[in-house]
T-cell receptor, first 114, second 117 residues
Framework: NAGVTQTPKFRVLKTGQSMTLLCAQD?????MYWYRQDPGMGLRLIHY???????AKGEVPDGYNVSRLKKQNFLLGLESAAPSQTSVYFC?????????????FGQGTRLTVV | AQTVTQSQPEMSVQEAETVTLSCTYD???????LFWYKQPPSRQMILVIR??????QNATENRFSVNFQKAAKSFSLKISDSQLGDAAMYFC??????????????FGEGTQLTVNP
């Protein structure tokens, strides 16, 4: 099983450029999440989705947009990249119900904005 | 809003020894879950152990165990018989038990664990 797959694994952007990070999960999970990881700050929630066609803001949503057109995919977009968005981005998914609480993570995308 | 604090940015332990990583959290909720995740250099987030707040018994997974003190809002991780493969960043995380919250996790800052041979 692939689990949660993020594309790309690494990317360098110039300030002002745009890009989309793709997250795909094959576990039929309802919930999906985007986090960013910065040194000394742990992981912080950017946006999340509780089902196909739904999205919601997390703790640090500014500068990002998301879409969940298909249940298995969750896209994170940067319309105009800024150096402050240099980070490692993690996608996660989870199944809710029957006492299951575990979130499954992708392997991360290291993004550098110069 | 919930907060999670890990006050030890770095810890080190000798191989085969025991180490305890600290975590405190703040919440007004009574029902929630707590987790410890391990992140090795590969960046993969690996669930180490999980604790349900309604359970008084501390969770144990092989060499990993927790000391859950609900009243003190403390959730420490003990690693026994430390191995070189335990070297990693460890994150403490909180999750509300409310259904509408999904599995949204609030993470601590992380503790970098070094295991010395």
């Amino acid at each position: 099983n692939a689990g949660v797959t993020q594309t790309p694994k690494f990317r360098v952007l110039k300030t002002g450029q745009s890009m989309t990070l793709l997250c795909a999960q094959d576990m039929n999970h309802e919930y999906m999440y985007w986090y960013r990881q910065d040194p000394g700050m742990g992981l912080r929630l950017i946006h999340y989705s509780v089902g196909e066609g739904t999205t919601a803001k997390g703790e640090v949503p500014d500068g990002y947009n998301v879409s969940r057109l298909k249940k298995q995919n969750f896209l994170l977009g940067l319309e105009s990249a800024a150096p402050s968005q240099t980070s490692v981005y993690f996608c996660a998914s989870s199944y809710e119900g029957q006492g299951k609480t575990e979130a499954f993570f992708g392997q991360g995308t290291r993004l550098t904005v110069v | 809003a919930q907060t999670v604090t890990q006050s030890q940015p770095e810890m080190s332990v000798q191989e085969a020894e025991t180490v305890t990583l600290s975590c405190t959290y703040d919440t007004s909720e009574s029902d929630y879950y707590l987790f410890w995740y391990k992140q090795p250099p590969s960046r993969q987030m690996i669930l180490v152990i999980r604790q349900e707040a309604y359970k008084q018994q501390n969770a144990t997974e092989n060499r990993f165990s927790v000391n859950f003190q609900k009243a003190a809002k403390s959730f420490s991780l003990k690693i026994s018989d430390s191995q070189l493969g335990d070297a990693a960043m460890y994150f403490c995380a909180y999750r509300s038990a409310r259904e509408t919250s999904g599995s949204r996790l609030t993470f601590g800052e992380g503790t970098q664990l070094t295991v010395n041979p």
